[in-house]
Each structure stands twice: as C-alpha cells, then as structure tokens.
C-alpha cells in the first residue's frame, strides 16, 4: 500500500479528539482519508478538516475496514470493546486510555524517551497518563546520565485531564460564583470554582493513594524499565482550565548540580527551560497552554538533602498536546506503517 493513510479518530467530538485533528493539520500528518468516530448522539454531526466536512459515524466494531491507524481517546472502556476490533481489521491503536498501558504486551511510549519500543507493538501502543508524560520528558534525560533512585511528585491537574465537559464547568461554576449564584457540579462532585482537592478518582482504600498517583508510579517504572525507582505522588486538581502543573524533587545516585540539569536539559528534545530567578518568572499554565514542549524551572538545590544528591524543580504542560494528542501523533508518525513509506 503506497497511498496516505487512513486514518480514524475514537472519540472525536471530545478535547482530544478536536486535539487530534488540530495537531494532525499544524503538523502535515499526512491522511489519504479521516474516519470520524463517536457515539451514535454525535452521528450525522460534521467537523471539519482541511477544508472539508467531516460526517461523525457512530463508533461500531465494523468501522475500522479499511484503516492504517486508529487513535483513541474516549474512554478505557471504549478502548477495551473497540480496540481489538480495530486491530483485527487490520489497524495499529494508539491508545490514550489507560486501559492497555500496563499489558506487558503493550509498549507504552514517550518518543523522546522509548520510540524504539513501538516496533514491539501488536496492535496496540498505549499512550502514558498526562502527569507521568509531564514528569518524565524532563526527568529521562537527567535520568541517562546519573540514575533518578528517588523521586517525589505533587501535581497541580487542570480541568482539561477531565475533558472538555469538565473544562466548561469550570467556567460555568466560576461565573455562577462571581454573581452569587448556587452552582450544582455534576461532572465532577466537588466545588471547583477557587478550589483545590485531591484528584477526583478512586482512592484504594489500603494504600491511600488515588488512581491518578498510582498510574504515575507503574508508568513510570516501566517506561524508564527501572522497578527499583523510588516514587511519592500526591495529584490535585487545580481551578485552571488548561495545562498541568507538577513540583518534582530527585534523588540521584551520584551528586548533580542545578548547572548540571540546566546544561542537559538545555539539549533535551521536548523540553524548554523558563527559569528567570531575577524576574521571578518560572513555568505557568499560561504560558505551557497551546505549546508543544515541557516547560522546565524552579531548577534549584533540595536544601534537606545535605549529600547534593538531590534537586528541586518546577514544570508545565498541555495536558492535551504532549499530554495527550501530540504524544500520540508522535507515535503515529514513526509508526513503521507501509502506508507511510
């Protein structure tokens, strides 16, 4: 097969999915034919996409005859009906669920870090969750040269990891706020507007830890293919309506410097370094929002690690684009697919 391929979007009506098509057409991602998916309340909708309309199928086990390459983000019981069929017919999935990532048999891939794992695939390459994307990107680098042993995480999540529903109840909810008015969330249980809680999944009732927290422990350890490394992640989310935001202290197995990281993250792929101490300015969703890399800074010596084995930093990023979408167009574009040869 020569021709571009065809290509079909799960879930295309969401913030990723419109993500997708974004990032697609700012790329030059070549697509011989777009295939349109989502449930069948979307059906008969249009989108649309280098100048043509679009018309939204219903998602089936049927729709994927004929597709090079299927990219999911609805859902990972979406994913785990519909992917297989996608794969019998003949597609790779690139999934943004996490309902594959942890399948032994299942690359799950940051191209700066792992892009040589998706020649592993067997149908099926698992996009990582948002937090441990924004975390590693920067962290892999360092990583390669003196062994992160340690690492402790608190994330700052904004309402985009929830979806374009949660997005807009952000906004509903704060304008309800500001003229006095009751507001009933039914996204997500819990005041948003000027708020801050603990991330709004389940929280395992031995380990105390949330399903956000425990996703960024087991992808971490696999993609970086180190169970050894030591992990605390405390996830919130935040009144901000796009662009995560984590605090990262590392312990390495050597003593690094702050010049160190800033000199190897200064030639990192994906990885853009915002650290003005003189003007206080330092990585914000603001400005990470509708931006390809990971901003890194606040990068500074961990004062309670009197070893120098430890360092302190700052970093933001779309959790829609790297975080989602873009990482997933990375994939697909080094796919070794016959269609794109």
């Known amino acids: 097969m020569s021709h571009e391929p065809v290509v079909a979007i799960v879930g295309v009506t969401g ?10 057409d700012r790329r030059h991602f070549p697509v011989g034919k777009l295939k349109a998916l989502a ?48 794969v019998k017919a003949g597609a790779v999935v690139v999934d943004n669920s996490s309902a594959f990532r942890m399948d032994p048999n299942v690359p799950l891939v940051i191209p700066e870090i792992n892009a040589g794992r998706i020649r592993d695939h067997k ?10 994307i924004t975390a590693l990107v920067p962290l892999w680098p360092i990583h390669r040269q003196n062994r992160i042993k340690r690492m402790i995480v608190s994330t700052y999540q904004a309402a ?26 039914k996204v997500i249980p819990l005041p948003y507007a000027f708020n801050v809680f603990s991330h709004n999944t389940a929280i395992d009732p031995e380990t105390g830890y949330n399903d956000e927290e425990t996703k960024v422990i087991k992808e971490t350890r696999k993609i970086f293919e180190d169970d050894k490394i030591a992990i605390g992640v405390t996830c919130v989310r935040v009144p901000v309506l796009r662009a995560h935001c984590e605090a990262i202290t590392f312990e390495c197995e050597k003593p690094i410097t702050e010049d160190e990281v800033r000199a190897i993250l200064s030639k990192a792929p994906g990885v853009k370094i915002v650290d003005d101490r003189a003007k206080n300015y330092f990585p914000m969703p603001i400005d990470a929002s509708g931006q390809d890399d990971v901003l890194v800074g606040r990068i500074r010596k961990d004062l309670s690690d ?8 700052f970093v933001s990023a779309d959790q829609l684009l790297k975080g989602a979408a873009l990482n997933a167009i990375q994939i697909a574009e080094l796919l070794p697919q016959r269609a794109m040869a």
Do not use: Q, W
């Open 160 to 185: 985009s990891g929830a979806g374009a529903a949660a997005m807009e109840e952000l906004v509903e909810s704060t304008r309800a706020y500001l003229d006095g008015r009751p507001f009933t969330p």
């Open 123 to 132: 149908g099926i390459i698992a996009n990582p969750n948002c937090s441990a």
């Open 15 to 24: 913030a990723v999915g419109a993500e997708f098509i974004a990032t697609m």
């Open 306 to 313: 009197a070893s120098g084995h430890s360092i302190s930093m």
């Open 39 to 86: 449930s069948a309340r979307s059906a008969g909708k249009t989108i649309d996409f280098r100048g043509e309309k679009i018309v939204i199928e219903e998602l089936t086990e049927k729709s994927f005859e004929g597709v090079d390459i299927a990219l999911f983000s609805a859902g990972g019981g979406i994913s785990r009906k519909f992917a297989p069929a996608a």
